[in-house]
């Protein structure tokens, strides 16, 4: 069976998907910033009817046209709306890909007559896509180049095995090939496909390169070309909707079990984990109740996950009851199968503990409020850790040794003295003290490339001082800036 | 009968402890020394002191601790009592700016006993609860020659006498050791 390709070209994607939401009348364009100027990339009919153009400066575009508005191209949503389209034609055919950012690709190959031939299929497109407010360039060919072409340059259908007079007439463009090649042939007063076919191959093949022969055999079919279909994304969401409405906490919990082993099982089946899980309880008067449980680890066990939904569960409000529970994975990562060994079961075991025990206290008082120290390369006290969540660090790095550092640290406190050895008494938080032992100084100096304003006195002396009164404080002079201040306590 | 030392310290495990004093803080690191397995410590959000890792690194390994900011008194406690009774952690360290009141001791003592790990709360002078297993009151001591030098008060204990000592901290053999009994 001959394969038969439908290519379909969305010309005004950017501004259709954006005019299918908001009803806008009078002229409006899609702009972007290219070069450092911003620029007109997709037009409304209307706004072409004032003599606007595509690639044409916004400045020039308002002089024209005062009343022109715009909106910025956001290429991220375009590409999610193609998504969609190609979800959508999944209708036709099995085997759907994308081409560029404003094209589908469908094999219809043997799945034609399922919609009534290739004319009722096509029609269909057509009346489907102008119904959605979208403007469609189809085009169908015996090969994926016939099909691009035609969507291109022209829109038609090229009947089976008869590509070449189908597009014999076309511009050359429409065989994607390069704009210096275009140039280069047309310059040669080849304009046509017809043209070009026409040529002796070994003379194409000298001047061009294979590239434009190649271009010109995908097209009429002596060269073979495939569409990459893409798979969908796996969704992790499973739904349970009930007869009767529930409301004990017990209930609920039944329910979430039932959820979460399919859940499971499909994030095994992906080799993922979850990190963050919401379940929505829809009660029956329409008042939605939500659930969200962030885990410390990614985990894919549902005898794990489950006993740490009962805390979230048990507030839930059910009012006259839930009749339908939905669960949601909302943060997904990637989880590889591990072996364990009789050696590293029971050290795991106790860790899943403690990550339980992290993900619990995690939702009560926040996962990043759950910290861990590491070590931080810098002599300055304050950054020489650093402070990072639990759920997303790793234990690692050396403590490397130090002088001995206090235990507290807190913001230097001024003390009033005028030595440039630690004082003999002095006053301290209302405090008298009496210095019995000093060790010091150590110096240390700012780190110039962070302006820290904390460092703004210059360098530090420090001093581990020993009062008679038993406080054991961290004490510096700043000889650049002459003052004294307590930074910390050793015990 | 006077207590010993060694029957006080290190602190009886499943039981909750309180330590008050300057030296606290020191306490409480010593205390993740001498036990094995993580510590979790709580504090509250807004106090500006901050522990510095390099310094507890004289008495336990700073990656064994792990750090939980609670936003009020009402979540220390919550989150104190979650991490007893999991028995995840073998010590639970919780800085306490609020009085502790009975209920709340008695709970904690209970989520201990469920969990086997040992709590040790760091309150403020005359802000305890009667329901703590033994009170340390834990202060520096000046001494010409040694500068680790404690004084350590039993000042309550539910199965013994009181006591003080005055210890130092032994850096070779990695413990505390007492240099003088009580007088």
């Not at chain 1, 740490?308 to 839930?316: K, T």
């Not at chain 2, 010593?30 to 709580?42: N, P």
């Not at chain 2, 979540?75 to 700016?97: F, K, N, P």
Request: glycine fraction near 8%; hydrophobic fraction near 40%.
């Amino acid at each position: 069976m001959m394969r038969r390709i439908v290519s379909l070209w969305f010309p005004n994607l950017p501004s259709e998907r954006i005019l299918r939401t908001k009803h806008i009348e009078g002229p409006f364009a899609v702009i972007a910033r290219i070069k450092n100027a911003d620029r007109l990339i997709c037009l409304n009919a209307t706004a072409q009817e004032r003599g606007l153009r595509r690639g044409m400066g916004l400045a020039d575009a308002r002089s024209f046209c005062p009343q022109l508005q715009t909106e910025l191209h956001n290429s991220q949503a375009d590409q999610l709306f193609q998504d969609g389209l190609l979800r959508w034609a999944r209708r036709y055919c099995p085997w759907v890909g994308k081409d560029g950012v404003d094209g589908l690709l469908l094999d219809i190959t043997g799945s034609a007559h399922l919609l009534g031939g290739e004319v009722a299929l096509l029609r269909d497109i057509r009346m489907r896509l102008a119904r959605s407010k979208l403007t469609v360039c189809v085009g169908i060919g015996d090969t994926l180049g016939a099909a691009w072409a035609l969507a291109h340059f022209g829109q038609g259908c090229a009947d089976t095995g008869d590509t070449l007079s189908a597009i014999q007439r076309l511009p050359i463009a429409c065989l994607r090939i390069t704009t210096k090649e275009d140039t280069t042939l047309q310059r040669l007063g080849i304009k046509t496909v017809g043209q070009l076919a026409a040529l002796p191959r070994a003379t194409v093949g000298q001047r061009f390169g294979a590239s434009v022969l190649m271009r010109l055999d995908q097209a009429l079919g002596r060269q073979a070309e495939s569409i990459s279909p893409e798979a969908n994304a796996p969704t992790y969401s499973t739904r349970l909707t009930l007869p009767e409405p529930i409301g004990l906490a017990k209930d609920v919990m039944a329910g979430v079990e039932r959820l979460l082993y399919p859940l499971c099982k499909k994030l095994t089946d992906n080799m993922s984990g979850v990190r963050v899980l919401s379940l929505s309880c829809r009660r029956i008067d329409g008042g939605d109740q939500t659930v969200e449980l962030r885990l410390a680890r990614p985990l894919r066990d549902p005898t794990r996950i489950l006993p740490l939904f009962e805390r979230g569960v048990g507030e839930i409000d059910s009012g006259f009851g839930i009749d339908q529970l939905r669960l949601v994975a909302v943060q997904v990562e990637a989880l590889p199968v591990e072996q364990t060994t009789q050696t590293t079961q029971g050290k795991s075991r106790h860790d899943d503990g403690l990550h339980d025990l992290i993900t619990r206290l995690g939702n009560r008082i926040g996962l990043e409020n759950i910290q861990r120290f590491l070590p931080a390369d810098s002599h300055i006290p304050e950054r020489s850790f650093i402070i990072a969540p639990v759920a997303w660090s790793e234990p690692t790095g050396a403590w490397g040794t130090w002088n001995p550092r206090p235990i507290r640290l807190f913001q230097p406190e001024y003390v009033a003295a005028a030595t440039t050895v630690p004082p003999k008494r002095f006053k301290w938080r209302g405090m008298s003290f009496q210095i019995g032992r000093t060790t010091g100084p150590e110096r240390i100096a700012p780190e110039w490339w962070f302006d820290d304003e904390n460092w703004r006195h210059g360098v530090r002396d420090y001093w581990k001082v020993e009062t008679r009164e038993g406080h054991r404080l961290w004490m510096f002079y700043t000889p650049q800036n002459p003052s004294w201040f307590v930074h910390g306590m050793f015990a | 009968m006077r207590v010993r030392f060694s029957d006080v310290f290190p602190l009886k495990a499943c039981r909750y402890h309180e330590v008050t004093g300057a030296g606290s803080y020191s306490f409480a690191a010593i205390c993740c020394g001498v036990t094995s397995g993580k510590a979790i410590w709580f504090v509250e959000g807004w106090v500006p002191e901050v522990l510095n890792p390099h310094g507890l690194q004289t008495y336990c390994d700073p990656h064994r601790v792990l750090i939980g900011k609670c936003a009020g008194a009402l979540d220390i406690l919550a989150a104190t009592e979650e991490s007893l009774r999991s028995g995840s952690v073998s010590l639970v360290v919780a800085e306490l700016t609020k009085p502790l009141s009975l209920i709340a001791g008695r709970r904690l003592q209970l989520a201990a006993e469920a969990g086997s790990s040992t709590g040790l709360m760091i309150v403020r002078e005359g802000m305890g609860s009667n329901a703590t297993q033994t009170r340390w009151s834990i202060s520096p001591a000046y001494s010409p020659d040694d500068s680790t030098q404690m004084r350590w008060e039993l000042n309550k204990n539910k199965t013994g006498t009181y006591g003080n000592w005055k210890v130092c901290w032994n850096d070779e053999a990695h413990r505390i050791s007492v240099v003088s009994e009580p007088a």
